[in-house]
Structure formats: structure tokens, C-alpha cells
């Protein structure tokens, strides 16, 4: 079960997150058939938005994180909400690489150079956008530049993904620690020096989980703990939501076509079809369609 742990430290000056995701990097690896390069890609994206929307005041808010690069992997899109349902795809989930010389994944090949872009939807007129520059594509590096420099919170960040032999995440998650704006040079040192023992946080959540990273580093603090998932929310009635917006003209075009109209939902893998007959009840107000898994 994935979990989140939040707390503060050192004086109450740092908030912390210790996240748990590796049934969620699992569930996307069986959804998508990901490689271990598009695995620990995508998967370091999920744990990082995870950690975002934790932050949601409601819990039909809604973020929308984007990475796009000019690496192998393409564009790397994850979404969640405020109850921590969480969905994500990458382009190409079978990016390969060689391994670095120290016998890791090469995330940031994987990525390249580009933009991380995040939208938050938090029932306001307009959504809020913010974007910075890739500096590494290695991602933990990448979301502590987007929050220093679009939303001014100082923030060091380490994530990790490990892949077993077997293709099978063994391990993923990460630690966050953000200074609060009295957080002293003390507190500073405390944190720099923590984050410097992290480079295997993937490992620690293997061996230990949460309460292992908590243990070796926090020992004796108090916090909350949340349950985020890798939960799809495609459904029947927004596939149809989406064929009415396009119109009667247009999606009749469509089945007449092909015989038929698929949908592949970018996050499960779940196929909606739908033939003429039901193009037929959909324009007369009937929205209830059969639907198949791939």
C-alpha cells in the first residue's frame, strides 16, 4: 500500500514528505508495459506530483503535471486530485538507454532538455500555471528549480525508482523538505546534510518503507498519513461528454468511417467502442455504452 507521511522538523521550521509509491509505479508498469528506463521516468513524475497534490486544499481540485522534453522517452504527463488519486503515461514506455557509468538508469537522457509545466485546477475562474526549465531531467532536481524559482519555496527533493530483474518495481518514493520562512542556517545545514544521504532513497523504501526513512533520519516525529493510488478516472460518460462536444455531424463522420469509433483511455489502457447504433443513442440523450479492456 503506497503512503505518504507529512510532518514538520527541526523546530517545526521544515515541512517534510516521506512517500511510499511502488504499487503505484507497479500499477502504471502493468498498465503500460513500461521498460525500466520509462518505469523509473514516469514513476519519479508520479511520486513528485503525488507530493503536489497533497497540498490541495479540496478534494475535487484537480494538477496536471507535464514534462516535455526531446529525450527518448517524449512527453511524460501525470494528473491527480486532492483525494490522491493519481494516473500518469509516458510517451514512450519502451525508452532504452544505456546505464550511467555508476550503473543507474539514465532518467535525465530519458527526459533531455525541455519544460516542466504544471496547471492546478482549484475552483477558480481560471486555473494556475506555472513553468520552469529542465535543468537536469533527472526530475527530483527539475521540481525543486520549478518550486524555487515559480512558486519561491526553497525545496530539496530525492526520488527513486528501483527495478527488479524481473521488471517489477522493488522500491520508489522520496523525501521533500521545504523551508518555512523563519527555517534558520541550522535547520539549512540539517537538511542539506539529510538529502546528501538519500541518492539510494529508493533502496531505503525497499528495505524499510516509510517508517525505515523515518527511523534513520526523523526518528521520534510525529505526523499525518495519507493513502495516495494510481486510481484512472475515465469512465463511459466522459468519453460521450467528449463525442457530443464534437458534435452530431462530426462523430456520425467518424463511425461511418471506420465502422466504429475507438477510444484508448492515455492512463489505463481501457478501450471504449461505440458503433453506429450507439452513436444513434448518444444523440438521443441515451448515455449508457458497453465498453472492453485491452
Not at 511520486?47 to 486544499?57: D, N, Q
Not at 486532492?82 to 494516473?87: A, D, E, H, P, S
Not at 532538455?113 to 482549484?122: A, D, F, I, Q, W
Not at 455504452?289 to 485491452?294: A, E, G
Amino acid at each position: 500500500m503506497d503512503k505518504l507521511f507529512k510532518s514538520l522538523v527541526f523546530d517545526s521550521s521544515m515541512s517534510l514528505s516521506i512517500l511510499d509509491t511502488t504499487d503505484m509505479v507497479n500499477k502504471a508498469i502493468k498498465y503500460h508495459g513500461l521498460s525500466p528506463l520509462a518505469a523509473a521516468t514516469l514513476g519519479r513524475t508520479l511520486t513528485a506530483t503525488t507530493f503536489m497534490a497533497s497540498g490541495l486544499k479540496n478534494e475535487k481540485d484537480d494538477i496536471s503535471v507535464t514534462i516535455a522534453g526531446d529525450g527518448v522517452g517524449g512527453k511524460v504527463t501525470v494528473c491527480g486530485n486532492g483525494k490522491l488519486y493519481m494516473r500518469g503515461s509516458i510517451d514512450n514506455p519502451n525508452a532504452y538507454l544505456p546505464l550511467k557509468s555508476n550503473g543507474k538508469l539514465d532518467v535525465g537522457g530519458c527526459v533531455g532538455k525541455g519544460r516542466l509545466t504544471v496547471v492546478k485546477s482549484m475552483g477558480l475562474k481560471e486555473p494556475y500555471s506555472g513553468s520552469s526549465e529542465l535543468i537536469s531531467g533527472e526530475i527530483a532536481e527539475d521540481f525543486a528549480y520549478y518550486f524555487a524559482t515559480s512558486e519561491q519555496i526553497p525545496t530539496a527533493m530525492a526520488l527513486g525508482v528501483k527495478i527488479g530483474k524481473t521488471g517489477k518495481c522493488v522500491g520508489a518514493g522520496g523525501v521533500i523538505l521545504q523551508a518555512l520562512p523563519f527555517a534558520s542556517e541550522e535547520a539549512i545545514n540539517k537538511a542539506e546534510s539529510i538529502m546528501g544521504e538519500l541518492s539510494k532513497v529508493s533502496t531505503l523504501i525497499e528495505e524499510g518503507g516509510i517508517e525505515g526513512v523515518k527511523d534513520k533520519f526523523f526518528k521520534g516525529i510525529d505526523g499525518e498519513t495519507y493513502y495516495p493510488r494510481y486510481k484512472c478516472l475515465c469512465s463511459d460518460r466522459k468519453i460521450v461528454s467528449v463525442l457530443r462536444s464534437l458534435g452530431e455531424k462530426e462523430t456520425r463522420k467518424m463511425v461511418e468511417e471506420d465502422g466504429k469509433i475507438e477510444v484508448v483511455c492515455q492512463f489505463c489502457n481501457k478501450k471504449y467502442v461505440y458503433y453506429k447504433e450507439d452513436v444513434d443513442k448518444i444523440f438521443n440523450q441515451d448515455v449508457k455504452r458497453k465498453n472492453t479492456k485491452i
